[in-house]
Protein backbone atom coordinates (compact mmCIF):
# COMPACT_ATOMS: atom_id res chain seq x y z
CA UNK A 1 0.00 0.00 0.00
CA UNK A 2 2.85 2.35 0.81
CA UNK A 3 4.36 1.42 -2.66
CA UNK A 4 1.01 2.50 -4.41
CA UNK A 5 0.89 5.79 -2.62
CA UNK A 6 4.40 6.35 -2.99
CA UNK A 7 3.74 5.85 -6.88
CA UNK A 8 0.83 8.18 -7.31
CA UNK A 9 2.68 11.00 -5.74
CA UNK A 10 5.22 10.94 -7.73
CA UNK A 11 2.68 10.16 -11.05
CA UNK A 12 1.30 13.34 -10.54
CA UNK A 13 4.66 15.21 -11.41
CA UNK A 14 5.27 13.12 -14.61
CA UNK A 15 3.53 13.96 -17.93
CA UNK A 16 0.82 12.06 -18.90
CA UNK A 17 -1.58 8.95 -17.40
CA UNK A 18 0.75 6.35 -14.81
CA UNK A 19 -0.81 2.88 -14.12
CA UNK A 20 -1.10 4.07 -10.89
CA UNK A 21 -2.79 7.10 -11.78
CA UNK A 22 -5.30 5.28 -13.68
CA UNK A 23 -5.93 3.00 -10.94
CA UNK A 24 -6.69 5.77 -8.65
CA UNK A 25 -8.69 7.56 -11.07
CA UNK A 26 -10.87 4.75 -11.69
CA UNK A 27 -10.99 3.63 -7.70
CA UNK A 28 -12.49 6.87 -6.65
CA UNK A 29 -14.75 6.96 -9.40
CA UNK A 30 -15.89 3.59 -8.53
CA UNK A 31 -16.39 4.77 -4.63
CA UNK A 32 -18.89 8.07 -5.98
CA UNK A 33 -20.61 5.77 -8.35
CA UNK A 34 -21.20 3.52 -4.90
CA UNK A 35 -21.99 6.44 -2.81
CA UNK A 36 -24.66 8.18 -5.50
CA UNK A 37 -26.36 4.38 -5.66
CA UNK A 38 -27.00 4.74 -2.13
CA UNK A 39 -27.94 7.94 -2.05
CA UNK A 40 -30.74 7.09 -4.43
CA UNK A 41 -31.89 4.28 -2.72
CA UNK A 42 -32.32 6.07 0.59
CA UNK A 43 -34.13 9.27 -1.05
CA UNK A 44 -35.52 8.05 -4.17
CA UNK A 45 -34.18 11.67 -6.08
CA UNK A 46 -33.59 11.82 -9.50
CA UNK A 47 -30.70 14.30 -8.91
CA UNK A 48 -28.55 11.19 -8.31
CA UNK A 49 -29.43 9.67 -11.24
CA UNK A 50 -28.35 12.20 -13.06
CA UNK A 51 -25.08 12.83 -11.44
CA UNK A 52 -24.86 8.79 -11.74
CA UNK A 53 -24.80 9.47 -15.27
CA UNK A 54 -22.24 12.61 -15.04
CA UNK A 55 -20.25 10.83 -13.28
CA UNK A 56 -20.31 7.69 -16.00
CA UNK A 57 -19.62 9.83 -19.00
CA UNK A 58 -16.58 11.87 -17.19
CA UNK A 59 -15.16 8.52 -16.31
CA UNK A 60 -15.45 7.08 -19.63
CA UNK A 61 -13.96 9.66 -21.38
CA UNK A 62 -10.76 9.91 -18.70
CA UNK A 63 -10.34 6.90 -19.77
CA UNK A 64 -10.95 6.68 -23.26
CA UNK A 65 -8.36 10.08 -22.97
CA UNK A 66 -5.67 7.69 -21.76
CA UNK A 67 -6.35 5.30 -23.95
CA UNK A 68 -5.72 7.64 -26.91
CA UNK A 69 -2.78 8.92 -25.41
CA UNK A 70 -1.22 5.46 -25.13
CA UNK A 71 -2.05 4.74 -28.83
CA UNK A 72 -0.32 8.12 -29.73
CA UNK A 73 2.97 7.37 -27.96
CA UNK A 74 3.01 3.75 -29.92
CA UNK A 75 3.09 5.46 -32.72
CA UNK A 76 5.76 8.30 -32.04
CA UNK A 77 7.74 5.54 -30.68
CA UNK A 78 6.93 2.94 -34.26
CA UNK A 79 7.92 6.59 -35.83
CA UNK A 80 11.43 6.96 -34.09
CA UNK A 81 11.93 3.60 -34.58
CA UNK A 82 11.40 3.92 -38.40
CA UNK A 83 13.64 6.74 -38.40
CA UNK A 84 16.45 5.53 -36.36
CA UNK A 85 16.26 2.07 -38.54
CA UNK A 86 16.67 4.06 -41.86
CA UNK A 87 19.38 6.46 -40.49
CA UNK A 88 20.76 3.35 -39.47
CA UNK A 89 20.66 1.63 -42.84
CA UNK A 90 21.86 4.80 -44.55
CA UNK A 91 24.78 5.04 -42.29
CA UNK A 92 26.08 1.32 -43.22
CA UNK A 93 25.11 1.61 -47.10
CA UNK A 94 27.56 3.74 -48.63
CA UNK A 95 26.63 4.05 -52.16
CA UNK A 96 23.47 6.18 -50.86
CA UNK A 97 24.97 9.85 -51.10
CA UNK A 98 23.59 12.76 -48.97
CA UNK A 99 24.65 16.09 -51.15
CA UNK A 100 23.67 19.50 -50.55
CA UNK A 101 22.72 20.43 -54.13
CA UNK A 102 19.82 21.27 -56.15
CA UNK A 103 18.92 20.34 -59.55
CA UNK A 104 17.00 22.98 -61.20
CA UNK A 105 15.89 22.00 -64.93
CA UNK A 106 15.11 24.98 -67.34
CA UNK A 107 14.36 25.06 -71.05
CA UNK A 108 17.57 24.42 -72.26
CA UNK A 109 19.89 23.50 -69.89
CA UNK A 110 20.65 22.01 -66.08
CA UNK A 111 21.74 24.30 -63.69
CA UNK A 112 22.98 22.65 -60.20
CA UNK A 113 23.24 25.17 -57.04
CA UNK A 114 24.65 24.57 -53.76
CA UNK A 115 21.41 24.92 -51.02
CA UNK A 116 22.76 27.48 -48.62
CA UNK A 117 21.82 27.66 -44.80
CA UNK A 118 18.59 30.20 -43.58
CA UNK A 119 21.37 32.22 -42.12
CA UNK A 120 23.46 33.13 -44.90
CA UNK A 121 22.62 36.44 -46.09
CA UNK A 122 22.85 37.93 -50.08
CA UNK A 123 24.51 40.78 -50.51
CA UNK A 124 23.19 43.43 -52.35
CA UNK A 125 24.68 45.37 -55.28
CA UNK A 126 25.83 48.93 -54.82
CA UNK A 127 22.52 50.99 -56.01
CA UNK A 128 20.19 48.23 -54.04
CA UNK A 129 21.74 49.28 -51.15
CA UNK A 130 21.69 52.66 -51.84
CA UNK A 131 18.20 52.61 -51.42
CA UNK A 132 17.53 50.45 -49.01
CA UNK A 133 19.77 53.07 -47.19
CA UNK A 134 17.88 56.23 -48.46
CA UNK A 135 14.76 53.96 -47.26
CA UNK A 136 15.68 53.51 -43.90
CA UNK A 137 16.89 57.11 -43.23
CA UNK A 138 13.08 58.05 -44.34
CA UNK A 139 11.61 57.38 -40.92
CA UNK A 140 13.18 59.67 -38.03
CA UNK A 141 12.36 56.62 -35.82
CA UNK A 142 14.48 54.05 -35.34
CA UNK A 143 12.06 51.50 -34.43
CA UNK A 144 12.33 51.63 -30.58
CA UNK A 145 8.99 51.82 -29.38
CA UNK A 146 9.51 55.16 -27.71
CA UNK A 147 12.89 57.03 -26.70
CA UNK A 148 13.91 59.93 -24.74
CA UNK A 149 13.78 62.21 -27.74
CA UNK A 150 10.66 61.43 -29.15
CA UNK A 151 9.25 62.26 -25.88
CA UNK A 152 10.85 66.07 -25.94
CA UNK A 153 9.72 66.28 -29.16
CA UNK A 154 6.21 66.09 -27.86
CA UNK A 155 6.57 67.92 -24.88
CA UNK A 156 8.18 70.87 -27.15
CA UNK A 157 5.16 70.38 -29.18
CA UNK A 158 2.70 71.34 -26.22
CA UNK A 159 5.12 74.10 -24.90
Not at 6 to 30: E, I, K, M, R, Y
Not at 69 to 81: F, G, H, T, Y
Amino acid sequence: MAAFLTDLWNSVFTPGPSPSLLVATNVSFAALQLVLLVLLALTYSIHFIVLSILCAGLWWSINWFAAELEIARKEEREKEDKRLDQTRRQRQDPSVEDSDTETEVSKDRTVARESRPATQTTLLPGDAEAKLRKRRSLGSSTGDVSTDSDWDKVSEADA
